[in-house]
């Protein structure tokens, strides 16, 4: 099994730029979640979702978009791109829910906005 | 609001030594806790998971214990090596439907 995959590795934005971040996992896990990491702190929860079609907010998810139309995928959308959002994002997974399970990580999307 | 802190910010230890690293809730309902380890430029690794049921788990040299009563966990690390070097991240949930909420971590050095 890969586990959890992320693609790209690194990206860098201007400002007002779209991309989506990718996220599969092949372990058939229900749940998957997106996190940013800023520089010292905490990773902060963005999105989640609870399987193919259900998504909801995490903490910090204004900026940002998802979808989830497999179990496997969970792509991040950035539709206008602001420095603020320079950050690493983690796409990770879990077989059951939020406080059930373990969760499992991707290797990470190092993204830059100038 | 649930925070997570992580106490040392930053330890160098000579190889070989035992440690331990903590990690506190202001909110010590904590339902389930999960220690990570971070590698410099790289995603994170799970270590240890207890459940609301247990007060802790080991795996090889590595223990980790959970007080309810105090919202406070410790992770243990014996007969540390220079390939332990890495950040360590704790994170807790509170409830069942609530988001994991993570500590800034704990840099660790160990020297050879």
């Known amino acids: 099994n890969a586990g959890v995959t992320q693609t790209p590795k690194f990206r860098i934005l201007k400002i007002g730029q779209s991309m989506t971040l990718q996220c599969t996992q092949d372990?058939?896990?229900?749940?998957m979640y997106w996190y940013r990491q800023d520089p010292g702190m905490g990773l902060k929860l963005i999105y989640y979702s609870v399987g193919a079609g259900i998504t909801d907010k995490g903490e910090v998810p204004n900026g940002y978009n998802v979808s989830r139309s497999t179990t496997e995928d969970f792509p991040l959308r950035l539709e206008l791109a602001a420095p603020s959002q320079t950050s690493v994002y983690f796409c990770a997974s879990s077989y059951r829910g939020l406080a059930s399970d373990e969760q499992f990580f991707g290797p990470g999307t190092r993204l830059t906005v100038l | 609001k649930q925070e997570v802190t992580q106490i040392p910010a930053a330890l160098s230890v000579p190889e070989g030594e035992n440690l331990v690293l903590n990690c506190s809730f202001t909110?010590?309902?904590?339902?389930?806790l999960q220690w990570f380890r971070q590698d410099p430029g790289k995603g994170l690794t799970s270590l240890l998971l207890?459940?609301?049921?247990?007060r802790e788990q080991t795996s090889g040299r590595l223990n980790a214990s959970l007080d309810k009563s105090s919202g406070r966990s410790t992770l243990y690390i014996a007969a540390s090596q220079p390939g332990d070097s890495a950040t360590y991240l704790c994170a807790g949930w509170n409830s069942g439907n609530t988001p994991l909420v993570f500590g800034k971590g704990t840099r660790l050095s160990v020297i050879a």
């Open positions: 909110d010590s309902a904590i339902y389930n």
């Open positions: 207890i459940q609301s049921s247990q």
């Open positions: 372990m058939n896990h229900n749940y």
